[in-house]
């Protein structure tokens, strides 16, 4: 059934539809819609399942390691200054193997206090063996989270599926709302392979020396190169039920393509708009969305890419003292194949300014212009301001 | 539909273990020791007759109404009374006190009589084995009355001798009935006959029974108290009209006065001068009280002084009688008016007449309060001297016939029903120990019995109860971790109105219900005692807190505590300690 809600209600319906049985979060800013209509379904019955209202993200997280270690479905919801404080216990979730669904929404972290989009918060968790999605509208991101669950008990890692604030968290679509049935059927009851039993007791987590340590990390390292594997099928699986199918990494008109863009999140649906205008007056323009970024599909954007002149990467994050982060990882994925194009990387729609079609454009005419970037951090749109602070 | 997938086999290798990690007992790492330590709560140690405040407000507030009365039993037999007449000390010292508002102690000790007496409870209480000695008391006041019942639980006969028609002293014939209704009064007596002491009424002791020990008893307490008013010194005292205040207060309860109009002065500042003045008003009469210093320095109960004013008393301050001239039928009395000049040995401050000019007040009559005798010479307790031990609530004297103890009024510095109750129970510990171990045992042993820092005894300690297990240590408020309780407003004694109150001798205190006694209860922060709020168990990060069945209900498991001391700080109320480990020469 379709409706329009916002892409945090999305969030919610799949969780419901998921029937989760554990949801622990913490409530005021930076949260968002999601818990809050969580919660609301659980206090009506919509939804069996037991809301934890802790008393930070960290305890929110901790929480759900203890009930996913008891082999039941999990989910949180956080964002920015929330995922940061909930650093430690990413880890744990990993190397637990525990197979949690967050929704992650890209909110700038403070100071300054800014809670507008900007995708450094989960980036900056990047190697915290998290498996990350990033979405580009309401739908993708409702479908993403139900396909979550499926990876992340195939291959016992935690999933982040992680959404635009505002631009994709607070804003309304028509989106198609599964029906429970055929939800059951894509994502039958958990089965955990190992869980706590009074039964038969055991203690998870426990030390391990340097004999045995490097293994378990290996472990992980295959846990996720089996995501990378499972993905499409997960999606196929999903296209044969409900008739949608996303993936890992989207080229659009990529294939005689001499410049191609590369975006994630909702600056994708933008650029598609641009690449389509571009062909239209013979630019020989192609775009490739980004959305699973951990597991990084490091074969398949060689190929989009390395036949291209140049490519462009758009960055809504930054790593400070290096570039955006987005463009570090495709050159890094790029720099083994001889003759590989140069990569542009742009930064742009920090902290929530807008991203429009015509910032886009320009992108796309400095990397027709130039030979070669001259910065591995190209800024857009800065203004200028006073370069030290002036003291009353 | 899609074909389902094959199931491919992800590697899965995690830290998992089926060994117990019990072997590894962490408790050696300790350097701190955590232990549970109940102490003294402040106001235990404040109350003279030792109550044990903080566990009575702890079953009270489980609804346990007929075990924390008991608990008030173990140290004064008299809850109903001293639940109205007592000056609550206990209140001004109360931790809560510096966090919101003192716990109502006293109304909820009010209480607690009171629902035992509509429950008809009859209290289990610890005695010891019949004793072969007999203990004769003399007066059948508060102290004559404890010292009796204390004994009869230590194990001997006590026959009580009064000479008045009917037992209570002080309690039957001072106290206006405003403050404690006679049935209260009868009823606490009965039950202290129960216990089997036994009470002659109508049976006057003189010099000479004193000096046979009333026909061969082994031991004697002598409790006759105050009976006869101090005389001002003033000329013209024995006018006619003018009557002291002591035989005032008797005539009420003995019925023969029912009406007193007309302007009547009161001289004097303590209780006796306010029940005076309050039971005037009752009578239909204006009363005026003099005092020759301020109201700060009166020696009467500040809440009695407060009422006595509501109720329409009038009060000047600083004005000493110097003469009292008859007057048309009236009476005047000259004042010099006083002033202070610095403090005196004993505290209090010291006045000096201001001026020359004195002051006339024209009265219908004249009541005296100024202070109270013994009855007679021979009540004075032996001040030095062979053979005589002074007590904080006592004096002993060792004589050929056996141990003699004088307490009550005849001895306490402060004239309370809790310090009378103080007084017999010391006097019962002092016989006891004189007459099982002699004399040279006895100070030893009432050190033993101290709440905190003392003067008060604890007969439950006396008596090797669980309270003998408590620390001398009184709890202060920066010990109490106050994150655990909340805000909450002390309930407000209810009152007859004032209009009721002058117009009848009816209880001015009411009850309060059963709920709002227990919301009281639970204000009580307990301190020093363990409440089985499990903060320790829930907070131990080893779980080394065990529950148990011993008297506290836990315990903590040395082997794998690691001596963090999260429980010590957790704890609301200071029942445990932190204590650096002892480790033996070579560890």
Not at chain 1, 153 to 169: G, I, R, T, W, Y
């Amino acid at each position: 059934m379709k409706k329009v809600i916002e892409g945090s209600q999305g969030v919610a319906e799949a969780v419901r539809l998921a029937r989760v049985n554990v949801i622990s979060a913490y409530p005021i800013t930076p949260q968002t819609h999601i818990v809050e209509t969580l919660s609301g379904f659980c206090s009506d019955g919509t939804l069996d399942a037991r809301f934890l209202k802790v008393e930070s993200e960290h305890s929110a997280l901790a929480a759900l390691i203890g009930a996913a270690s008891s082999g039941v479905r999990t989910f949180t919801a956080t964002s920015s200054q929330g995922l940061a404080l909930m650093h430690e216990l990413l880890h744990w979730a990993s190397g637990a193997r525990l197979p949690i669904v967050m929704a992650e929404v890209n909110r700038a972290l403070g100071p300054g206090w800014n809670i507008w989009t900007d995708q450094t918060d989960s980036l900056a968790q990047r190697d915290t063996g998290w498996i990350q999605l990033y979405c580009e509208d309401g739908q993708e991101t409702l479908d993403t989270t139900l396909q979550a669950f499926a990876l992340a008990e195939q291959v016992n890692l935690p999933v982040m599926v992680v959404l635009d604030a505002f631009f994709l968290s607070h804003t309304y679509e028509p989106v198609d709302i599964p029906e429970q049935e055929a939800v059951d059927r894509f994502l039958p009851p958990f089965a955990p392979r190992f869980q706590l039993d009074t039964a038969n007791p055991c203690a998870f987590g426990s030390m391990v020396t340097p004999d045995t340590y490097m293994e378990m990390r290996r472990s992980i390292a295959a846990g996720m190169e089996a995501a990378l594997e499972l993905l499409p099928e997960v999606e196929e699986r999903f296209a044969g039920i409900f008739g949608r199918r996303w993936a890992a990494i989207e080229p659009v008109r990529c294939d005689d393509a001499e410049i191609i863009l590369v975006t994630s999140g909702t600056v994708t649906g933008t650029c598609r708009e641009l690449i389509g205008d571009l062909r239209e007056k013979g630019e020989k323009v192609g775009l490739l969305k980004v959305k699973l970024f951990r597991p990084f599909p490091v074969e398949a954007i060689r190929r989009v890419l390395a036949p291209a002149r140049k490519i462009a990467v758009i960055d809504r994050n930054f790593s400070f003292g290096a570039s955006g982060i987005f463009a570090q990882e495709i050159r890094a994925a790029l720099c083994n194949t001889p003759g590989h194009p140069p990569v542009f990387g742009f930064v742009a729609g920090i902290g929530g300014r807008d991203v429009t079609k015509d910032v886009l454009e320009g992108i796309y005419r400095q990397t027709v212009e130039s030979d070669r970037p001259e910065r591995e951090d190209l800024w857009i749109g800065l203004k200028e301001v006073p370069d030290a602070l002036e003291h009353p | 539909m899609a074909k389902k997938p094959d199931p491919v086999p992800v590697s899965l290798f995690i830290p998992r273990s089926y060994l117990t990690t019990e072997g590894n007992k962490t408790g050696s790492w300790r350097f701190l020791r955590p232990r549970y330590e109940e102490k003294t709560a402040p106001c235990s140690a404040a109350c003279p007759a030792a109550e044990d405040i903080g566990k009575i407000e702890m079953l009270a507030a489980q609804g346990l109404f007929k075990d924390a009365w008991e608990a008030i039993l173990r140290e004064n037999p008299f809850p109903g009374i001293c639940g109205r007449v007592c000056f609550h000390p206990c209140e001004d010292v109360c931790n809560r006190g510096s966090f919101d508002e003192a716990v109502a102690i006293h109304v909820l000790e009010r209480f607690l009589a009171n629902r035992a007496r509509r429950g008809v409870f009859t209290p289990d209480l610890k005695r010891l084995a019949p004793k072969r000695q007999t203990v004769a008391v003399v007066g059948a006041g508060p102290a004559g009355l404890s010292a009796a019942y204390f004994l009869t639980l230590l194990g001997y006969r006590a026959d009580v001798f009064e000479a008045a028609d009917e037992a209570g002293g002080v309690l039957r014939w001072g106290i206006p009935l405003y403050r404690l209704p006679l049935a209260i009064l009868q009823e606490e007596i009965r039950r202290i006959e129960e216990t089997g002491v036994r009470i002659q009424t109508g049976n006057p002791i003189s010099q000479r029974d004193i000096n046979t020990f009333i026909e061969g008893h082994d031991a004697l307490f002598i409790a006759c108290g105050h009976g006869r008013s101090a005389q001002m010194g003033v000329p013209g005292e024995g006018l006619p009209g003018v009557q002291d205040g002591l035989t005032f207060l008797r005539e009420i309860r003995e019925g023969t006065i029912s009406s007193l109009g007309g302007q009547a002065a009161v001289i004097g500042g303590g209780n006796a001068a306010v029940d005076v003045a309050r039971s005037i008003i009752r009578l239909g009469g204006s009363a005026l009280i003099v005092y020759r210093r301020r109201r700060r320095d009166m020696p009467a109960f500040g809440e009695e002084i407060a009422m006595a004013l509501d109720e329409g008393v009038e009060l000047r301050e600083l004005l000493a009688p110097v003469a009292i001239r008859d007057s048309d039928g009236g009476l005047v009395v000259e004042v010099q008016p006083m002033q202070i000049a610095g403090t005196d040995t004993d505290g209090r401050a010291h006045i000096e007449p201001k001026g020359k000019k004195t002051e006339e007040i024209r009265v219908d009559r004249l009541f005296t309060a100024v202070g109270e005798r013994p009855g007679e010479a021979w009540y004075e307790p032996p001040t030095e001297g062979n053979g005589v031990l002074r007590l904080s609530h006592c004096v002993l004297q060792q004589r050929a016939s056996g141990p003699v103890v004088y307490g009550g009024d005849l001895t306490n510095a402060t004239k309370s029903v809790a310090h009378a109750v103080a007084s017999g129970k010391e006097a019962a510990m002092a016989l006891d120990t004189f007459l099982a171990e002699g004399i040279e045992a006895v100070q030893p042993r009432l050190a033993a019995c101290r709440v905190g820092e003392g003067p008060a005894l604890s007969m439950e300690i006396y008596m090797h109860g669980p309270r003998s297990e408590r620390s001398f240590h009184v709890v202060t408020s920066d010990e109490i971790n106050t994150a655990y309780f909340q805000f909450d407003p002390r309930v407000r004694q209810p009152r007859l109105l004032r209009e009721e109150r002058v117009r009848s001798f009816g209880e001015v205190n009411l009850r309060i219900s059963a709920n709002l006694a227990i919301r009281e209860a639970e204000r009580c922060f307990n301190c020093g005692l363990c409440n089985q709020c499990d903060n320790c168990y829930l907070f131990c990060p080893d779980l080394a807190v065990k529950k148990d069945s011993g008297p506290l209900g836990r315990h903590i498991d040395y082997d794998y505590c690691k001596g963090c001391g999260v429980c010590a700080v957790e704890c609301p109320r200071n029942a445990m300690i932190l204590e650096e480990e002892a480790y033996e020469e070579g560890d």
